[in-house]
């Protein structure tokens, strides 16, 4: 879920390669060039005073916002509850943090199945997770109803746009900071966001979740930190805000556009050809596929890779381009005859 940078976005980063914002008062630019950062990404998601910072990727930024719920609750013997789709970041946050992750199942549309959300939660529930953009299937949950679920029982909500961030603004879908009273986010510029390697991004409505986070900072010249990796990377504040600048809203509308031509494309091509396709929802196609041929064509050198239940899974990020599709289903068909 990866691609290439935007040209101003990689050429800013070579700018900022020594420079730490874990340390801001001895990087002041990089420390601002965060701040807006954060502001773009809280437009982006929906969120007049987002509260957040650049986060190393979505797996932090999900550790995160376990961590956060964790600590601003009061139970001994907390729980989280997610969907089995969401990404396995979330069984990490489980373990390093010692907390019962509650997996629910999905429904017929590979979507967090609401009765079993409800029935999973309980008054030691510190947050429940939703996925805008599944790494596997690109499916939205229901998150305005996941949202209200969580919070009658006392608990946070927590969106993992990590993937679909950077398109949902373009879509009917309900995931953002506007659409429901969600608490946190996951949102990668270095995934559709077309940054550097690294730049994740985490948001939180409330400034109580970053203090939630803060750990005193003796020997810096600021008092606390939020993040969880100490030293972190300027260039990839400064490529993410140069990505957002320059295609925020426009390159990102034409961008996700494309893709999903792209994918809707590729879809009706493997359709043609006899191999069970799911629909794509946002650019992502998984089809079915013989596991000698998904061999063949990654010995062909094509990157492609299998959900849990093995179908072929292509996501089409930006560089992907319709001549390369094509390529690919030419060797499709050369390896099936
Ligand atoms: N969340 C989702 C939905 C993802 O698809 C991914 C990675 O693909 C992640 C989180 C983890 O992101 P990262 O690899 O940047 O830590």
């Known amino acids: 879920m990866c691609t290439v940078p935007h040209p101003a976005a990689r050429e800013e980063a070579l700018g900022f390669l020594s420079t730490n914002p874990g340390d801001p008062a001895t990087y002041e ?10 502001d773009l990404l809280g437009e982006i998601a929906g969120l007049d005073s987002p509260h957040g910072y650049l986060a190393s990727g979505g797996t932090e930024a999900n550790i995160q916002a376990v961590r956060a719920a964790r600590n601003m609750a009061s139970t001994t013997d907390p729980n989280i509850v997610a969907p089995e789709s969401a990404h396995f970041s979330v069984t990490k946050a489980a373990e390093v943090l010692g907390i019962e992750l509650r997996t629910i199942p999905v ?11 409800a029935a999973a939660v309980d008054a030691d529930t510190v947050v429940v997770i939703g996925v805008a953009g599944t790494t596997e299937y690109g499916r ?5 109803a996941l949202t ?21 603004p373009f879509t009917d879908h309900e995931w ?17 966001g077309q940054a550097p390697v690294p730049a994740g991004g985490f948001l939180a409505r409330e400034q109580e979740t970053l203090d939630a986070l803060a750990v005193d900072t003796p020997y810096l010249e600021t008092t606390s930190q939020a993040t969880l990796t100490g030293t972190r990377s300027g260039a990839g504040v400064a490529g993410a805000l140069a990505a957002m600048e320059a295609l925020w809203p426009d390159g ?5 556009r494309e893709q999903m031509d792209n994918a809707t494309y590729l879809a009706a091509e493997f359709a043609a050809r006899g191999i069970e396709t799911v629909d794509p929802v946002l650019p992502l196609v998984a089809a079915s596929l013989a596991p000698s041929t998904f061999e063949s064509l990654r010995e062909q050198g094509w990157r492609i890779s299998r959900t849990a239940s093995g179908e072929l899974r292509i996501v089409c990020m930006p560089h992907v381009s319709r001549e390369s599709l094509n390529s690919f289903l030419a060797d499709l068909d050369r390896i099936r005859s």
């Open 176 to 192: 953002s900071f506007t659409d429901a009273p969600i608490d946190s986010m996951a949102i990668d510029p270095h995934k559709f």
């Open 29 to 38: 630019m990089v420390a601002e060039l965060e701040d807006e950062a954060v």
């Open 252 to 256: 990102y509308r034409t961008s996700y």
């Open 107 to 117: 429904d017929d549309a590979f979507r967090a199945d609401l009765d079993a959300a």
């Open 140 to 144: 939205i949950d229901p998150i305005g």
């Open 148 to 168: 209200q679920i969580a919070h009658e029982s006392g608990a946070r909500m927590h969106v993992d746009a990590s993937w679909g961030g950077f398109m949902l």
